[in-house]
């Protein structure tokens, strides 16, 4: 999601804590960035405009999936076997989030 522009990560730091790696959140940083988001109205529009197209994007797909392989008038094996087609679709180069 971060990718599409409707998400941001903040991501942990590492440091060497008595002699082993540790993985932490300063909570200064997660605070900033909230507070920079939270005062930013055009960058949580885009989110929010993204977010929304992101989330239904292979809808088409899928109801194509669906109707193909009759599941919605089968019984669950059908739905499976449309889920594992949509599943092969999603992990094509086809997919615009696949290289990512």
Do not use: W
């Not at 060497?16 to 540790?22: C, H, N, P, Q, W």
């Not at 005062?39 to 993204?50: A, I």
């Amino acid at each position: 999601m971060e990718h599409a522009g409707c998400a941001e990560v903040i991501y942990e730091q590492t440091a060497l804590i008595d002699g082993r790696f540790t993985e932490y959140l300063d909570g200064k940083v997660l605070a900033d960035k909230i507070v920079a988001l939270a005062l930013n109205e055009y960058r949580l529009q885009e989110m929010r405009l993204r977010s929304r197209s992101f989330l239904n994007r292979y809808a088409l797909s899928r109801i194509s999936a669906v109707i193909r392989t009759g599941a919605a008038q089968k019984s669950d094996v059908s739905s499976v076997s449309a889920l594992q087609e949509e599943k092969t679709l999603l992990a094509t180069s086809e997919n615009p989030f696949f290289n990512i």
